[in-house]
């Protein structure tokens, strides 16, 4: 039977807004919280440390994020979890994310000039106090737009969770389709929800940006 | 971890997945080309001081860069045939992917171009030079030569990304991959091997464009 597309339909999509942004929340804190840990090793004073940092980043920018998924999907199993999709999801898109955050985070932290580094140190205060204290606190306000920036690109990346059947905005905006028929309104509606989620952002890092610039 | 791995039938399939890869590479290839093509025009549309040039190319970036790929791709599949076209997967992958990546591509391409000095531009005119020639080598040329890296950190993307494609059943690495794991139901052996075929793919594009920036932009020397 086919249905037409209605209020119920139109609620249906916008109820499933809330796991996208929920899975978008979700990769933004892991990722965030892997990628400080991968930034602080990635600018580390011992080799090793950046070394596995430097490749921790080159391998997941060149991986499809949809093969980390699946990967992730599968290998849960293997390891006698259970297949569960949101936290495959939860797990790829934070190894993912935080590899963008570590190279990200790294330019910021080592945008913030050597003199505070000799400023601190002439101070006495040790590594982790001159990182805690001086370094990352000055790098947040660099860091800050292009952080936003990237969770657009997040956002949108929520929606590959729909592949591994992870019921998101994606997925309900196929299942609608099922049902109405109606492919042109249904994406064009779902692209205008993701539009009106990662233009304010974009809107938003721009902002930040011409702030910043002004500032300096 | 009572499993143990077995490669062999991803082996034994690897003709089929090297088929794949060459799709994957094709697609990337042209959507790069036709993506380029589109960022340039878009990106002088961009920076024109015509209104009418200016604002749909603006509509058309912001568009395509704030809504997933997924769901534009979804968008050319199953929505264009309810308006009378219809699109062979491979074909739609490719309007769709060519679509998504030229309007990063503008948006790069543009950035070039207002790095551009205006004095440059003033001088060339004041010389006489043809307008074509002032938009080829005034303009794009200097333009491209300060954005390649970030063009081709976005062509590594786009190589990436044709992996979705595999969703409207287009047979690129992705989707022989989804096939073959259906068949012998080895579906982490299966895409443990196509994430390393995918590295491999995307280091030989990061040492390609290396090159194309040493050898053809910085060869010719900085006005």
């Given amino acids: ?38 930034a602080l090793l990635r600018v580390s004073p011992w080799a090793p440390f950046r070394w596995l940092a430097t490749a921790y980043i080159q391998l997941f920018q060149a991986t499809p994020l949809l093969m980390l998924l699946f990967l992730v999907f599968f290998g849960l199993a293997l390891v006698g979890l259970s297949q569960d999709a949101f936290s495959s999801v939860t797990i790829a898109l934070t190894c993912y994310a935080s590899a963008y955050f570590g190279e990200i985070w790294r330019g910021s932290i080592q945008a913030v000039p050597q003199t505070q580094w000799q400023g601190s140190a002439a101070l006495g205060f040790s590594y982790l106090e001159q990182m805690r204290h001086v370094v990352l606190p000055q790098s947040v306000r660099i860091a800050t737009p292009p952080t936003v920036g990237f969770m657009v690109q997040l956002v949108k990346n929520t929606s590959l969770a729909s592949i591994i059947g992870f019921h998101e905005l994606t997925h309900a905006a196929q299942y609608v389709n099922n049902v109405t028929l109606k492919p042109i309104l249904v994406y064009g509606i779902v692209g205008a929800m993701y539009f009106a989620v990662c233009f304010p952002l974009y809107l938003l890092s721009r902002r930040l940006e011409e ?3 002004a500032d300096r | 971890m009572d499993y143990t791995f077995q490669f062999g ?8 997945l090297i088929e794949g890869a060459k799709l994957t590479i094709t697609l990337s290839v042209a959507t790069i080309g036709i993506g380029l093509l589109i960022g340039i025009l878009c990106a002088l549309a961009r920076t ?46 490719l309007v769709g992917m060519s679509i998504n990546c030229g309007a990063y591509a503008t948006e790069i391409v543009r950035a070039g171009i207002d790095a551009v000095p205006r004095g440059q531009l003033e001088a060339a005119r004041a010389m006489g030079f043809p307008v074509p020639s002032i938009v080829r080598h005034v303009i794009l040329f200097p333009a491209l030569r300060a954005v390649f890296p970030a063009l081709a950190s976005q062509f590594i993307l786009v190589m990436l990304g044709s992996a979705v494609v595999s969703t409207v059943s287009v047979e690129e690495l992705t989707g022989v991959a989804h096939l073959i794991e259906t068949e012998n139901f080895r579906p982490f052996e299966v895409y443990l091997v196509v994430t390393a075929m995918y590295l491999a793919i995307a280091f030989t594009f990061k040492v390609v464009f290396a090159a194309v920036d040493r050898f053809y932009f910085q060869a010719r020397g900085r006005a």
Avoid: C, D
């Fill in chain 2, 48 to 93: 024109s001081h015509r209104a009418w040039l200016r604002r749909p190319a603006a509509v058309y970036v912001e568009a395509i860069r704030n809504t997933p790929f997924l769901i534009q791709l979804f968008m050319i599949y199953f929505g264009l045939p309810s308006l009378g076209v219809r699109l062979e997967p491979v074909q739609a992958a």
């Fill in chain 1, 211 to 213: 702030k910043f610039n």
């Fill in chain 2, 9 to 16: 039938s991803v082996w034994a399939a690897m003709p089929r």
């Fill in chain 1, 1 to 38: 039977m086919i249905r037409e597309f209605g209020t119920v339909e139109f609620l249906y999509l916008l109820g499933a807004m809330r796991w996208t942004l929920g899975l978008s929340i979700v990769a933004f804190v892991g990722g965030g919280i892997v990628g400080l840990l991968i």
